[in-house]
């Protein structure tokens, strides 16, 4: 192949995540030529509301709204391959489609950032994410979050700026991406702390942390040239999570956290987090032996669940 594309979003953590893809491929294949072609997605156009609520705007159906554009263009042959954040991807994937790599996973922690001056007894956090603001309310019941969507940057320009909220929640992942210091940034003349949130306390996203490429199903040259770059422990937790998602059937507007993890033996965990629509927090582990696939140990912590 002389030249893959690439698709992606365009925002500046996006376009770092797609060079990191075209790096690690083109170290495995030197002398491949990797063009990013940007694509607009309805997650991206459609900040004036929050993201639970794209997908009926915009009718999107169940489909992940940063990835059903991208999804369009691959199918139509107009790029290769996709880049994605692994979190924005639901459990289910369209069969047109091939999970062909994911790069090894990064930090998964997410990152209160306040702002100097913050009075942690009177939080306003900025998120437009479901599952931050329940874990909000669970360790400060008192805590008062407004809506906010944007990108890494508009995010902290409008932390600054605003007179509603002296918080934000952002991806650790995300912010050592764009090389933001680890423990303060300065924006519109203020001072912003970044505070990492301990995962048992605050777990992520499930597959937060993680780089995803999407090749097409019919396109086996293609997913064979981008398989080159996958991580498989990476790979083995991310197929635990996803399998609970789909077992679920959750998308982004239901509130549930997680993690799998891999130890040196290969013994596999999976802990969910999860709130019911009542309101009630549950917390689900299970572990697995190596001989057993991730996707059976998804199905016993969903077993789990209260019916």
């Known amino acids: 192949m002389a030249v893959l594309r690439i698709g992606t979003r365009g925002s ?4 770092a995540q797609a060079r990191m893809v075209a790096a690690a491929l083109q170290g495995e294949h030197p002398g ?29 159906g169940d489909k ?7 999804e369009e263009e691959l199918a139509a042959g107009h790029i290769d391959c996709a880049v994605h954040s692994l979190k924005d991807m639901p459990g289910t994937l369209d069969p047109r489609f091939t999970l062909a790599a994911v790069l090894p ?23 437009g994410s479901v599952r931050r603001a329940r874990l909000l309310q669970s360790l400060w ?17 409008k932390l600054a700026e605003s007179t509603e909220a002296n918080a934000t ?6 912010l050592e991406r764009l090389g933001y210091a ?24 499930l597959g937060q942390g993680a780089i995803a490429v999407e090749t097409r199903a019919d396109s086996p040259e293609t997913t064979a040239l981008v398989a080159a770059v996958n991580h498989e422990p990476t790979s083995r937790c991310i197929r635990a999570e996803r399998r609970f998602l ?11 956290a997680g993690l799998a993890t891999e130890d040196a033996d290969g013994i596999l965990t999976l802990c969910i987090t999860y709130f019911t629509p009542q309101g009630r927090c549950i917390r689900l582990s299970h572990t697995a032996s190596p001989a057993d696939s991730p996707e059976t140990l998804a199905q016993a912590v969903y077993a789990q669940l209260p019916r």
């Open 12 to 15: 500046e953590l996006a376009l």
């Open 32 to 60: 491949l030529q990797c063009e990013l072609c940007i694509i607009h997605t309805a997650g991206d156009r459609r900040t004036d509301i929050p993201l639970s609520e794209v997908n009926k705007a915009t009718g999107t």
């Open 64 to 70: 992940g709204v940063f990835i059903a554009a991208i």
């Open 105 to 127: 996973r990064a930090s998964v922690e997410d990152v209160l950032v306040c702002r100097e001056d913050t009075d942690m007894e009177h939080l306003g956090v900025a998120t």
């Open 141 to 157: 019941p008192n805590v008062k979050t407004v809506p906010l969507r944007g990108n890494v940057a508009t995010r902290l320009r």
């Open 169 to 174: 929640l952002l991806a650790r992942a995300g």
């Open 182 to 205: 680890p423990d303060a940034v300065e924006v519109a003349g203020r001072r912003l702390l970044m505070n990492p949130l301990p995962i048992d306390e605050f777990p992520p996203a």
């Open 246 to 256: 789909d077992l679920l059937k959750a998308d982004c507007s239901v509130p549930v």
